[in-house]
């Protein structure tokens, strides 16, 4: 059975009573999926460089540590040891470093992008969920970059991104022709 609303439309695709592990795993992928979506969302930052979609990375995180820890899903860590080694090195040269404070933020940046690394690959280890975060990566690219030739067609440099010392390069949102160029 599935619940409805009170006009006799689905609420939820997952029948009643299913796990609390499989509720979860579709907020986590939601929540994931929305984050991907937005990831071209840098513009304005704030202190430290915290932009508007470093709140839904914040979410998603939030949510696969919610969705981690209420089932027995085996958590990977993916380039653990790397990225150990580069925090550590990095720690080691914000501590004694000519701007410590600088170094600090660093690596705390450093720290939830590799978190964010960790639930994007936790997330997308079953193929269902993996398929999903690509269509939403190629589908909001679409839309993004349909947003830019809008932009372009009413001259709205709001939508481009343009500014005069880039030229024609158009960023949207991304702070940085090069970064949109990337995504």
Avoid: K
């Avoid at 990977?76 to 550590?88: H, K």
């Avoid at 690959?121 to 839309?143: E, F, K, P």
């Avoid at 001259?155 to 158009?170: D, P």
């Amino acid at each position: 059975a599935v619940a409805t609303h009170g006009a006799g439309r689905p609420a939820v695709l997952l029948p009643v009573g299913a796990p609390a592990a499989v509720h979860g795993e579709r907020v986590a992928l939601g929540a994931t999926a929305v984050a991907v979506a937005m990831l071209p969302l840098l513009v304005p930052a704030g202190p430290a460089n915290i932009a508007p979609v470093d709140a839904l990375i914040a979410i998603a995180i939030a949510a696969c540590l919610m969705w981690a820890g209420t089932n027995r899903h085996r958590v990977r860590f993916p380039y653990v040891v790397p990225v150990g080694l580069l925090l550590a090195g990095g720690a080691v040269g914000a501590i004694v470093g000519p701007v410590p404070r600088a170094g600090i933020v660093a690596l705390v940046q450093d720290v939830v992008l590799i978190v964010w690394c960790w639930v994007v690959a936790n997330i997308a280890s079953r193929a269902a969920n993996l398929r999903v975060l690509l269509a939403t990566w190629a589908y909001s690219a679409i839309g993004w970059a349909s947003l830019v030739f809008i932009g372009l067609a009413t001259g709205m440099t709001a939508l481009t991104g343009q500014i005069e010392r880039q030229g024609t390069r158009v960023h949207l949102t991304l702070a940085d022709p090069s970064y949109a160029a990337n995504y």
